[in-house]
């Protein structure tokens, strides 16, 4: 394992532009806050938290492909396969590019996005916004889970194609879905539909900002984490099984 963890590395900072890459997509994140509220360091934390999930939309659909191409990469160069060639276990090989590839660009993008942030926290303080703390965790266990998703969208398609499939999966699977859920729905949001929402990442990031933060909603954060991660795995564990590697 360690060993697979460190060719990772090797081929993060060296195979490709990698490191370039995210180096512009953190550049990206703080320049986004700017680009949605230009007089936000004149803000407080609680009036900047509408363009907190206005940039964070942002994040939610470019971050995971930045995951999905890094790995994808390595089997568009056929260098990936090498790590099934030369005996190691598939569960390793997936965890490898997880604890790289995913949780290394997760860091940096929180780190990004926390930069402003903490500059006006500094200069204007925060207002009247509870469960600080407990927001910032769960809005990186978010970030945590769309970079995870990438990674192992692209073991489980073992291409490029997979920052495509992770965009689609972002940007019009759950608003696909909450929009079928409203129609089923009447007019008035029944309970059933709001523990629905608080599982999908799109309506987690809005009110990880703007909403309640309760033990329900947490459990829902960590769970659709482990959910996903797990179901993407497994598909990821049984395409690397049966490919046959020549």
């Known amino acids: 394992m360690n ?3 460190r060719a990772e590395w090797y081929r993060f900072l060296h195979a490709g532009h990698f490191v370039e890459w995210l180096i512009i997509v953190c550049a990206v994140i703080i320049s986004l806050m700017w680009a949605v509220e230009p007089d ?3 803000l407080n934390i609680e009036q900047m938290l509408p363009a907190c999930v206005e940039g964070s939309m942002s994040i939610q ?3 995971p492909v930045l995951v999905a191409v890094i790995v994808g990469f390595g089997y568009m160069r056929k260098t ?7 005996g190691n276990k598939i569960s390793q090989i997936i965890l490898s590019k997880v604890v790289v590839d995913a949780i290394v660009v997760a860091v940096c993008a929180f780190a990004a996005f926390c930069v402003i942030p903490a500059m006006a926290y500094i200069r204007n303080g925060l207002g009247d916004v509870n ?6 965790a769960l809005f990186f266990v978010i970030l945590l889970h769309i970079c995870i998703a990438g990674a192992l969208m692209a073991t489980a398609l073992r291409h490029i194609i997979a920052s495509v499939a992770i965009y689609l999966r972002f940007a019009a699977l759950e608003g696909i879905l909450s929009m079928i859920l409203l129609l089923i729905a009447s007019e008035e949001t029944p309970k059933w539909l709001e523990i629905v929402q608080e599982w999908l990442v799109v309506n987690q990031i809005t009110q990880v900002f703007l909403g309640e933060v309760t033990a329900r909603f ?3 954060v960590l769970g659709s984490l482990l959910l996903e991660a797990a179901f993407l795995y497994v598909i990821s564990y049984i395409c690397m099984k049966k490919k046959l590697y020549r």
């Open 3 to 5: 060993r697979l963890v």
């Open 80 to 86: 990936a396969y090498y790590e099934v060639m030369a």
């Open 61 to 63: 659909l470019f971050v």
């Open 40 to 42: 936000i360091l004149s």
């Open 131 to 136: 469960h600080v703390g407990e927001r910032v």
């Open 218 to 220: 947490t459990v829902a």
